[in-house]
């Protein structure tokens, strides 16, 4: 995780982009996800390969369903994913991600 920038809070993360859950936090059963209104998939792999390890989407939009009047409801609790991204980052894995959110940032407020 980067320290050195603070978030802007601008909540365009959360918008565009699927936040995957790790094993541990999907075990947890601590994030609403995708799928879950059929049951849990107990394999994780299984889980991981149908898409079942997503945390849900509110319908309207495709935002992740903790993001509450532009920021994060669970920001003290975010999944590795979340605390991982930053969307001034160096690192060339997020490279793409920044990107589209500076291009989507450029064409609204």
Not at 23 to 46: C, V
Not at 57 to 70: F, R
């Amino acid at each position: 995780m980067n320290t050195k920038f603070e978030c802007k809070k601008c909540g365009k993360c959360c918008k565009l982009f699927l936040i995957t859950l790790t094993e541990a936090e999907y075990n947890s059963k601590r994030y609403k996800t995708q799928f879950e209104e059929f049951g849990l998939i107990e394999d994780f792999n299984l889980a991981e390969e149908c898409g079942a390890n997503i945390i849900e989407q509110n319908e309207g939009d495709s935002s992740c369903i903790y993001l509450k009047d532009d920021k994060c409801s669970i920001h003290k609790i975010r999944p590795e994913a979340c605390k991982e991204f930053f969307c001034m980052s160096k690192d060339e894995k997020f490279k793409e991600m920044i990107e589209e959110i500076n291009e989507v940032k450029s064409i609204t407020p």
